[in-house]
Nanobody, 112 residues
């Protein structure tokens, strides 16, 4: 049974930083590409970043240079470090992997 569990969301002021984690179980984690998505209120879910099993990364243009995706295969965990956060980054953030597996999401709110 595949399970993805996100953590680390919260409230942060504009310009601040926040780190998210997603721990996976039930998959051969080290070979799976992992993705972060987000969904803002009233908007469609959008892809944020991805990292292959070997560590190659890609980012959406809106977060490139501010967000960093990384992984620790020994801990079955993928991370999203978010810096210089903006109000438009406010969303529920989800991790996902091949097979249409999703976590439950974690809320990130950027507000003063």
């Amino acid at each position: 049974q595949v399970q993805l569990v996100e953590s680390g969301g919260g409230l942060v002021q504009p310009g601040g930083s926040l780190g998210l984690s997603c721990t996976a179980s039930g998959i051969h984690f080290s070979i799976y590409t992992m993705d972060w998505y987000r969904q803002a209120p009233g908007k469609q879910r959008e892809w944020v970043a991805s990292i292959t099993g070997r560590g190659s990364t890609n980012y959406a243009g809106s977060v490139k240079g501010r967000f960093t995706i990384s992984r620790d295969n020994a801990k079955n965990t993928v991370y999203l470090q978010m810096n210089n956060l903006k109000p438009e980054d406010t969303a529920v953030y989800y991790c996902s992997t091949i097979g249409n597996y999703w976590g439950q999401g974690t809320q990130v709110t950027v507000s003063s």
